[in-house]
Antibody, heavy 118, light 108 residues
Framework: EVQLVESGGGLIQSGGSLRLACAASEFIVSNKFINWVRQAPGKGLEWVSSIYSGGTTYYADSVKGRFTFSRDNSKNTLYLQMSSLRDDDTAIYYC????????????WGQGTTVTVSS | SYELTQPPSVSVSPGQTARITCSGDALPKQYVYWYQQKPGQAPVMVIYKDTERPSGIPERISGSNSGTTVTLTISGVQAEDEADYYCQSVDSSGTYVTFGGGTKLTVL
């Protein structure tokens, strides 16, 4: 089954670091446009970061300089390294795939929850 | 940063037509995508490239584009359509992804 499975969420103190992983099944991540999208409790969807098939990454202003999106092609897995975490980073983090940058986000993981506590 | 504007809520009776708008300056040049999210579930894409419907999405869900405003239309609304709906696009450079604030569709 084609799917993305996130892991690595948890409870972390403000100012701490956490690494989320997104493992892909039945497709090659290096060929896809992948995003991280988060949703704070009771709030809407917020784009966090994108990685293109060529490896170029982009970040929302709210996480730029604190989060790093990377890819390990040998493991077919993507990572979101999060540092200097703040209370407002508390959210469900979804790993979301697209067949191409203009194809829409058609493959969503189940999400992993990050809770930042001060 | 680029913004997409949606109404916070829309309410319709079963069988009626629901229309949810999304406004943004770059919409004449960039595609819009729509996602449906039910409580406790991940979002599901219901419209891509302004008007295209993914397989498995019912024909009563459609999208249209009129310049800086796009519209998601759900005809013959059913109870199962009650959900949050989000539009998504990119800025004028085509680089940065943006979501609208979301619209809660209530079926009366």
């Amino acid at each position: 089954e084609v799917q993305l499975v996130e892991s690595g969420g948890g409870l972390i103190q403000s100012g701490g670091s956490l690494r989320l992983a997104c493992a892909a099944s039945e497709f090659i991540v290096s060929n896809k446009f992948i995003n991280w999208v988060r949703q704070a409790p009771g709030k809407g969807l917020e784009w966090v970061s994108s990685i293109y098939s060529g490896g170029t990454t982009y970040y929302a202003d709210s996480v730029k300089g604190r989060f790093t999106f990377s890819r390990d092609n040998s493991k077919n897995t993507l990572y979101l390294q999060m540092s200097s975490l703040r209370d407002d980073d508390t959210a469900i983090y979804y790993c979301v795939g697209s067949h191409c940058p203009t194809c829409g986000m058609d493959l969503w993981g189940q999400g992993t929850t990050v809770t930042v506590s001060s | 940063s680029y913004e997409l504007t949606q109404p916070p809520s829309v309410s319709v009776s079963p069988g009626q037509t629901a229309r949810i708008t999304c406004s943004g300056d770059a919409l004449p040049k960039q595609y819009v995508y729509w996602y449906q999210q039910k409580p406790g579930q991940a979002p599901v894409m219901v419209i891509y490239k302004d008007t295209e419907r993914p397989s498995g999405i019912p024909e009563r869900i459609s999208g249209s584009n009129s310049g800086t405003t796009v519209t998601l239309t759900i005809s013959g609304v059913q109870a199962e359509d009650e959900a949050d709906y989000y539009c998504q696009s990119v800025d004028s450079s085509g680089t940065y992804v943006t979501f609208g604030g979301g619209t809660k569709l209530t079926v009366l």
